[in-house]
Structures are given as C-alpha cells and as structure tokens.
C-alpha cells in the first residue's frame, strides 16, 4: 500500500487535474497521426445522374466514382519512416539505455530491447492490430482483423486528406514499430535488476490492457473520406476512439507512447524496488560514448517517427520534420546550459538527456505547431525534466534506474498540455481541421485544453493501473527480481550466460 500511495503522491505532483467537462460540441474535429480506415470502411460516393431537360432523352446513369489509388511517393516515404523507426528502437534505443547501465548488466539490456520488439511485432500481427485499429466501442477494437485477415496488397489505409491512401499493409508496418518501442522505454526504469522471463510476462500484459486501448482511444477514426456532413461527423464521432471523438490531440505518440510508458516505468520501479547500493555505491554509465550513438540514432529515427505520422509526403511531413529538429536541438541547449548553470560544467550525458526531452515533448505537437512553438517547447522542457530528474527522483526515493518518468512521462505531459496552447494559429500554429467545413476551425483555448487533460489524465490512470495490476501477477507467478547475488554479479552472466565485453 505504501508503495501504492508513493505512486499517486509522485503523480500529483504533476498538477495535473483530469477534467470532468465534455469538449465543446462545436469544436472541430481533430487531425489524429494514425487514424486508420480500409477501402471497405469507406465506399465511394457514387456521382449525381445527369439531369434530363423535357426535350431530351432519359437521363444517362452516372458511373461510381474510382477508388482511390495511394501515390507511390507517399508509399515510398512510408516504406521509409517504417525503417526509421526500427533504427530508433535496434540499435538507437538498445544503445542508448545500453550505455548508461554499468558494464556487467550491458548485454541484458540489449538482449531485452532485441527480444521485446520481437515479441511486440508478433503480437501486434495477430492481435495488436485488430485490437488498435477496427471498430468496437470507444475504448478498444475487436478481432476482425487478428492475424491480419482480410488484409492484402490491394488494402487501403486513410491518411488526413480526402480521396488519399496509403497501402494498409504500411500502415500496419509502420504502427507495429511504435507498438514495439513503446514497451522497450519501460525497461530502462528498473535495469539492472528484473528477471528476463518476469519482463517478458509482464511486457504481454502492459502491451494487451494499456498500450492497445490507449491507441484505440487516441487513434482510432474512420478516415475523413466518411466525414461529408454534420451528420455523418456525429457518425464518425460515435465510431472513434474515446479520446479522439473528444478532441485531443496527439500526432505522433506523446500520451499513447510516452506518457504511458513513463508512468509503466515509474510503477515498475517502485514495485521492483532499489537496485543494491543504489545511493551508496558508484552506478555511473560504463559509456557514454555509446549513449551518445544511441541518441543520435534516437534523433535520426524519430524524423521518421513523428514526419511519418503525417501519413502523407507532403508540406506537413516537412512541418513535423523541421519542429522535430529545431525542438530537439533548442531542449539539447536548455539542458546543457541549465546544467552548466547549476552544476558549473554541462555534460555529455546532459546533452543526451535533453536531446531525448525534446525529442518527446515535440512528439505530440509536430504537425500541429509551427517552428517557433517547437522551439519553445524545446527550451521549456529540459528545465522541467531536468528538475524531475534531480530533484523529485531523490526527493520520493525511487530508483528510476535511467530516468524513464523522468524525462518521458513528464516531458510527454508537458508536450500535450502544449500541444494545446501552440495549436493555436494566433501563436503559428496550424490550427484544428474541420472536416464538415474542409477548412481549419475556430481555435477554443478552453476546450482544446479540456480534451488535452482527458488525455493526459486517461494515460496516467490506466498506464498506473495496468502496470500495478500486471506487476503484481507476474510477481505471484514468477517473481520480478533477481536473486542478490545474480544482481551483485551482473545479469549479462547470470541471466543470458554472456558477457559483453572480455577484458
């Protein structure tokens, strides 16, 4: 219970009130970043018969109109940022996390991220996708599509603009990597001291009753192809995810991705507990020059994480792209600088820490904002990472091992909540698009805010809730920790019988 109590007392530190009021009726329907709908899902509106005058013949009957075919550029860059994202995960992320524990516990944190995205790519193929991205209710999808039937070459998957697809086959590729990197983020909160096979357990069930509905909720809609009227809007509303019929806005991951496994992270690390020595004996990185490869793999893979999100190759690819860049290099400055502020010296791993706070905070807003707003959500959230890494962390006690809550789930709500205010085209922002009119929206600053903190307090709730419940299971059926002298030796040995270096 006491381990229960320091979860919530650490996450309302956050300041976060999860709102009650329902978005405003009248606001516009959102842009979602994989929002997913099948040729079927979506007929074509078949033409008006040509009208007949009183001295002509009858009226000649009007063809349906073609389906839509996906452009071989838009398929090419997905091709592409499907493969960014894997760079992101092997080997950016296992390099990354790799090179900040010490050097006994090195190979098992590679062999957990290699295994794990493995696992998830498996999973999401024969249920994940379904379960994400069909219909059902608000809250998760059915089984319709599990082992991917039905789905072929000659499938089609929406994007954000009328009459424009993409092969649903990418679209399965490309949301099976942010499937496989989302679970593989958690590890890093309590490295160094899990069993391989309780990781394994625990990942299936955060990745069933967290990851997938999160998805579904933020996600799932039926394309704007089935948007024409007000009618079919209310239609498609009843039809979408929970938090996306609501408005919230989220392009490329930052509650479905970040939020929800930094939250996963900081259950994980308070359940499994204190690495041994942890404050008492040195448990500094054995290489930082691994670490950076690592976040510069990160930095490269995430162009396709958050422009590939668009769908589309298009001028809003280009947008999420230079707010990908400019965020992450204005949180890698703001780092630093604080850090050479309050420490006298700004470091590597600081450099690092920003880096990926920036990469984070701009995942949500990236299509949404313009350059500027990225760059001030890059300088703004590597203070509030910063403070939650050095200060809260040691203040609550808990070992988050790499700083999992720290810079994702922290830096992914700062994200959102700004996502909301830069959205604004007042500030340079993009606006919200209405389908109805085929033109951006009035911006509602209290309603966009409102469905932000749904989100935000959604991911929280049910990331918090999941992990407590599966971290429980598996440690009655397994048990979470390793034995004291396994942990003293290094798991690279004790859990996979290898070493990753011999010297």
């Known amino acids: 219970m006491k381990k229960l109590i320091s979860i919530f007392a650490l996450i309302t530190t956050l300041g976060i009130g999860f709102s009650t009021n329902t978005f405003a009726e009248d606001a516009a329907p959102t842009v979602d970043a994989a929002a997913v709908v099948t040729s079927e899902a979506a007929p074509a509106v078949?033409?008006?018969?040509?009208?007949?005058?009183?001295?002509?013949?009858?009226?000649?009957?009007?063809?349906?109109?073609?389906?839509?075919?996906?452009?071989?550029?838009?398929?090419?860059?997905?091709?592409?940022?499907?493969?960014?994202?894997?760079?992101?995960?092997?080997?950016?992320?296992?390099?990354?996390?790799?090179?900040?524990?010490?050097?006994?516990?090195?190979?098992?944190?590679?062999?957990?991220?290699?295994?794990?995205?493995?696992?998830?790519?498996?999973?999401?193929?024969?249920?994940?996708?379904?379960?994400?991205?069909?219909?059902?209710?608000?809250?998760?999808?059915?089984?319709?599509?599990?082992?991917?039937?039905?789905?072929?070459?000659?499938?089609?998957?929406?994007?954000?603009?009328?009459?424009?697809?993409?092969?649903?086959?990418?679209?399965?590729?490309?949301?099976?990597?942010?499937?496989?990197?989302?679970?593989?983020?958690?590890?890093?909160?309590?490295?160094?001291?899990?069993?391989?096979?309780?990781?394994?357990?625990?990942?299936?069930?955060?990745?069933?009753?967290?990851?997938?509905?999160?998805?579904?909720?933020?996600?799932?809609?039926?394309?704007?192809?089935?948007?024409?009227?007000?009618?079919?809007?209310?239609?498609v509303l009843a039809n979408a995810g929970w938090l996306w019929a609501k408005g919230a806005l989220d392009f490329a991951g930052g509650t479905v991705v970040h939020i929800n496994a930094g939250i996963a992270g900081l259950v994980g690390a308070i359940m499994v507990g204190k690495r041994i020595g942890y404050g008492k004996e040195s448990m500094a990185p054995h290489s930082l020059t691994l670490t950076m490869v690592g976040a510069a793999l990160l930095w490269v893979g995430w162009f396709g994480f958050n422009a590939g999100s668009n769908l589309e190759a298009n001028g809003y690819a280009a947008l999420a792209l230079v707010n990908t860049m400019i965020a992450t290099g204005a949180a890698t400055l703001s780092w630093a600088f604080a850090e050479w502020l309050l420490k006298g010296k700004p470091s590597m791993l600081g450099a690092a820490s920003g880096a990926v706070a920036g990469l984070v905070a701009i995942t949500p807003a990236c299509g949404f904002v313009g350059p500027m707003g990225a760059i001030v959500i890059g300088l703004l959230v590597s203070p509030i990472c910063y403070f939650f890494v050095a200060k809260v962390k040691y203040a609550f006690g808990y070992d988050d091992a790499l700083d999992v809550f720290g810079v994702h789930a922290v830096g992914g709500i700062f994200g959102a909540l700004a996502t909301g205010v830069f959205v604004n085209p007042a500030l340079g922002g993009m606006g919200v698009y209405d389908y109805v009119a085929n033109a951006v929206g009035e911006y509602n600053f209290a309603a966009q805010m409102t469905a932000q903190a749904y989100a935000v307090g959604t991911a929280i709730v049910v990331s918090a809730t999941v992990s407590f419940i599966a971290f429980k299971i598996v440690d009655v059926l397994i048990g979470l920790r390793v034995s004291e002298e396994s942990e003293r030796e290094g798991l690279d040995t004790t859990e996979h019988g290898e070493r990753a270096y011999h010297v």
Do not use: C
């Open 46 to 235: 078949e033409a008006a018969p040509v009208a007949a005058t009183e001295a002509v013949a009858p009226a000649v009957e009007a063809e349906a109109a073609p389906a839509p075919v996906p452009n071989k550029g838009d398929t090419a860059w997905m091709l592409i940022a499907t493969v960014l994202v894997t760079l992101m995960v092997i080997p950016g992320l296992a390099l990354f996390y790799g090179g900040l524990v010490r050097q006994k516990n090195m190979l098992s944190v590679l062999m957990q991220t290699f295994m794990i995205f493995s696992l998830m790519g498996v999973l999401w193929a024969i249920y994940g996708y379904s379960v994400a991205f069909t219909g059902g209710n608000p809250y998760f999808g059915g089984l319709g599509k599990a082992f991917l039937a039905g789905i072929t070459p000659d499938s089609f998957a929406a994007t954000f603009s009328k009459g424009v697809v993409i092969p649903e086959l990418v679209f399965v590729a490309f949301q099976l990597t942010f499937a496989a990197i989302t679970p593989v983020l958690i590890i890093g909160a309590f490295a160094e001291r899990m069993k391989f096979s309780a990781i394994l357990a625990f990942m299936v069930l955060w990745f069933t009753f967290a990851y997938l509905p999160m998805a579904h909720m933020v996600w799932y809609w039926d394309g704007p192809d089935a948007i024409t009227d007000a009618a079919s809007l209310e239609t």
